[in-house]
């Protein structure tokens, strides 16, 4: 497959017009966001329960179709492309529950990462360990690569899995609730792993619900309602904004 190549200017994501619908339920209508190219930058998309949030990673990332609209990931029109084609892209996401294998260990389900990605053939297994000792040791958990993931409390399977996603040396990256179901220590670590991605110069979209990690890992914060942005703005101004306290954050605003 010819490599896509990455045009000169061209933003990191553009999503123009998108629409989704379930049967009579639209999910997405005329949908919009842009994500400039920048050394330093995380936006977290925020919205309650069926807004829509999961649905927008899943057609990025081309598990569902799109019925209409566009979305290009450095210039490079997504759509046109099959799904495959994204991880040379450097796109890479994780997901709300850990997709993993239990019975095997923390290091054969990160490589799987790479096989997932077509990388597996044509490279010297030693570069692809090599790659899978950075990714743990990027989530701290290099000490663990021997452990079955059945042994695991759940907080390290969801590093696992961003592991997983770092394999392949994404330059963005889109998570899907990285904090659901961990305990505020683990939301604490989760927190300082994704700072230090951010700082590197990847791209996150943070799919989320827990404020405090927007406000530790976000700069810009993107509210979902009914399927488009009501609001667009610095983590500053969305706990200040009436629009975000109102329909989404409530009290959490005040922690």
Known sequence: MKTV?????????RISGLCKSFGGLNVLSNFELEIPHAEDMAVAVLGQNGAGKTTLVNLITRILPVDAGTIEVYGNDVLSLPARALAPMGVGRTFQTPRLLLDDTVLDNVLLGSVAQGNWHGQARRK???DAQEALEAVSLADQAGRAIRSLP??????????RALIGHPRVLLLDEPAAGLSQVEEEHLAEVLVRLRASGMTLLLIEHRMM????????????ASGKVVFDGTVAEALDSSVVKEGYLGTQVAG
């Open 5 to 13: 190549q990455e045009r000169a200017g061209s933003q990191v994501l």
């Open 213 to 224: 990690l927007v406000k530790a890992v976000a700069q810009r914060v993107v509210m979902m």
């Open 154 to 163: 759940f907080g390290s399977r969801k590093l696992v899995e961003l592991a």
């Open 128 to 130: 692809l360990l090599a």
